[in-house]
């Protein structure tokens, strides 16, 4: 075996699902298993990042491209790592997967995928040719469904209150900041977003202004979310964070970075979900919150900020 370099491969993939007959009066799921002709092996979709795009951008690109289906990005479901031998060696594969539910779409074949097939959980694992498929299907298994998303953005960069000699309300984004709102717009819109808050701050607003107009969802300012309105009325935001979203739609919240990391750590503690501390929160940089019909937090995901050009050496 060759010598495991230290750069991983980085891809990123997807459990794609929809629902099935109902079982003993049981709601059911069916899963997408996929064959490649190349390798002779039945796995689930996915594929190595190109260059400059994110996990869950490729994992969306890879299950379109190999299932032919648009999807209603999930809950994250983790990473899985193995060797994979090549001309130089052996290299770490880093695969990040979420849970997918398939909308409209169609599959057909290709070089790479020549067949695809629903099938149960139980048959999709039998079906698997790797283990580490298996875990990932039992994974899937084991979590709440279905859930919605609520996407909690830190507003982009603003540079330096202390340079500021208006009202901090009405400080802008600086150049950065407008380069990050705009990336932001190609990781939000991967969501079926159905609603948009902001603190009514305008540097919040002017972050998610790109991707409002891109979606035609209007903003929606409350105080709650801002580092003013939220002392105090912590119970109230979380509440209110809680009801974001629905069955069909996800939904945006943009505040400020005094609010996240506690109001984060407040609802993660009241659903005894584990989180690691201190709790990221760079500007820009996007918290995708998994809650359940319940409005329970079952699981949340760190999405890294954009990092345009211009932004070197201010973030």
Known sequence: MGVVTAVPIRAAGGVVWRHAATFAGEPTVEVAVIHRPRYDDWSLPKGKLASGESDLQGAVREVLEETGYHVRVGRPLGESRYEKSGMGGARTK???????????????????VDRLEWLSLADAGERMTRESDRELLERFARGTAPTRTVLLVRHASAGSSAEWAGDDRERPLDDCGIAQADELVHLLAQFEIGSILSADVRRCVETVAPVADALAVPVQETPLFSEVGYPGREAEAMALLRRQGDAQHDAIVCSQGAVIPDLLGHMAGADDLPIATPIPNRKGSTWALSIDANGSLVAADHLEAPAPSVCRGKL
């Open 94 to 112: 880093v695969v990040r997967w979420w849970a997918m539910q398939a909308e409209e779409g169609a599959f057909s074949p290709t070089a790479e």
